[in-house]
């Protein structure tokens, strides 16, 4: 996923599996080092028809060799309209805040982490996360249909009558 030149790491970190019909989701380990030399570095999912690629980022830290000033870090993504929209997202500096803890911050590829103001180097770090649709089995279809018959036996809740004041 990434070029020879960009120090950055996609390893396998975990794998959890929804139940049949929900959606299955993958997580590996990310991180990327930017700095004067590499300012930025685009995340991107496969382009498979049935795959979600996200990038929940949690941590972004200055590295050994940083200097005395402001490290701007902004991401750029889209946003909820499917517009691109970018935002710093940490302002470090090695004398007061060198790290920040993100929590976690969940993208949508395609993601742009950029260097916007200082040197470097800064190192973030989080997960990349695969959500896909996991196939029903037909013994599924049949369960589910046995639950569509009991919802309609089901009566439904009556409203409490209120009583007549005096």
């Given amino acids: 996923m990434c070029s020879d030149k960009m120090s950055c790491h996609d ?11 929900q959606s299955k ?15 930025f570095y685009t995340f991107q999912g496969d382009e498979e028809e049935d795959l979600e690629h996200f990038l929940e980022l949690r941590t972004i830290c200055l ?4 200097k005395e000033e402001s ?8 946003n909820h309209q499917g517009k691109t929209v970018s935002v710093p997202i940490a302002n470090l ?38 959500a896909s649709e996991v196939e029903e089995s037909d013994n599924m279809s049949d369960d589910e249909d046995d639950d569509e018959d ?8 009556k409203p409490a009558k209120k009583k ?3």
């Fill in 93 to 130: 500096h090695i004398s007061c805040l060198p790290m920040v803890s993100l929590g976690e911050f969940e993208l949508k590829a395609p993601v742009t982490i950029r260097l916007k103001a200082g040197t470097g180097p800064v190192t973030v770090s989080g997960l990349h996360l695969i």
């Fill in 63 to 66: 590295g050994e060799g940083a």
């Fill in 71 to 78: 490290n701007v870090v902004e991401v750029t993504a889209m």
């Fill in 11 to 21: 390893e396998d970190c975990t794998t959890d599996h929804g139940p049949a019909g």
């Fill in 164 to 166: 007549k004041q005096q």
């Fill in 25 to 39: 989701l993958e997580s590996f380990l990310f991180s990327c080092e930017l700095s004067s030399k590499v300012p």
């Fill in 150 to 157: 009991e919802e309609e036996e089901i009566t439904p809740i």
